[in-house]
């Protein structure tokens, strides 16, 4: 009779445990607090994505969702809190493309593999860029000078092992061209540098040089986004221009690796919609960035992708 006891109280308190189990599967968020951890500083771009991205998120989810900045090594200290927290779907990374990046350059050992993504919000395109008084009128003109003059064509780009570093990079691994990459303290004395005469083009976005684009300092030869950038809606893609070249910035949002699937398919329905939102739609616009959503599945095989490209390219640079 003891042994039937024992056996049927085992057998209510494993009921008991898979209830409980399932109940906080169903009830999740429920009214716990969700967090996402930018890896920049308060105020830049990623930040301020984040933050519109939370405020709709929490219309989406219906709980309070918080945003926390967690700086230093190019992002990797604050994507390393994220990876090591619990995987329970209440501590999210916004996801910079240097999430593909920072294995390479050897800043750590973190990857977007460590992660499984729940939406991409936005990408932000790099374009090559000239000066209007410059004798190339169109990308191959550039390409075909580059060629005749290895090295003689100074590119400029926001650091070493930068994206924008990588485009011109990039560039010369699908072109078959070599440049001398000159490395500013961001794409803003890049710019500076270009417009003095001082390199001969720049890779950086459109945003970035669209002041010098309607003064008519600049012309923009090529965009190596995926799709047209809407700040020079008339320039062609790489891609149209049958050169299979696509490097791009752009910002996601991901959860550790090992979350559980139903909490990610809950994080990622909700993503969409706060993406997808009038307000995520027009803070974009207004930054110069292009709205681009993508679902979590697809972008984990977008970072995967990019990941194998990059580990590939970047040690040639280093």
């Known amino acids: 009779m003891k042994r039937v006891l024992m056996t049927l109280l085992v057998l209510v308190c494993v009921f008991a445990l898979f209830a409980e189990g399932t ?42 969702v918080t945003v926390s900045n967690v700086t230093g090594a190019s992002g990797a200290i604050g994507l390393t809190q994220v990876k090591n927290s619990k995987a329970d779907g209440y501590t999210l990374a916004y996801m910079p493309v240097e999430s593909t990046m920072l294995r390479a350059l050897g800043l ?5 593999d460590d992660f499984s993504f729940i939406g991409r ?24 000078y580059a060629k ?10 926001s650091g070493t092992g930068s994206i924008w570093h990588v485009a011109a990079a990039s560039i010369e691994d699908k072109c078959g061209v070599k440049f001398t990459h000159v490395p500013f303290d961001g794409a803003a004395p890049a710019v500076a540098a270009l417009l003095g005469g001082n390199i001969e083009a720049v890779t950086v976005s459109p945003s970035e040089v669209k002041n010098n684009i309607d003064s008519g300092d600049f012309r923009i030869l090529v965009i190596l986004g995926e799709n047209r950038s809407s ?15 696509t490097i791009q910035g752009w910002g996601g949002f991901a959860v550790p690796k090992g979350t559980p699937q139903n909490v990610i398919d809950i994080l990622e329905a909700a993503a969409k919609t706060a993406i997808n939102s009038d307000a995520m739609k027009k803070l974009l616009v207004s930054k110069g960035y292009e709205h681009a959503y993508l679902s979590g599945a697809d972008m984990d095989k977008q970072a995967a992708k990019e990941l194998a490209y990059y580990d590939m390219l970047i040690p040639k640079l280093l």
Request: glycine fraction near 6%; aromatic fraction near 6%.
């Open 108 to 112: 750590t050992k973190l990857s977007s």
């Open 148 to 157: 005749a003059n290895p090295g003689k064509v100074r590119v400029g780009n």
């Open 121 to 144: 919000a936005m990408t932000i395109p790099a374009a090559v860029t000239v000066r209007a008084d410059s004798p190339w009128k169109t990308f191959d003109d550039f390409i075909n």
């Open 23 to 64: 109940q906080e599967k169903q009830e999740f968020p429920g009214k716990k607090q969700i967090n996402i951890i930018v890896p920049y500083s308060a105020g830049g771009a990623s930040d301020t994505t984040a933050r519109i991205f939370a405020s709709e998120l929490e219309k989406a989810i219906g709980t309070t």
């Open 231 to 245: 700040v020079a809606p008339n320039v062609l893609t790489a891609k149209e221009m049958k050169i299979d070249i």
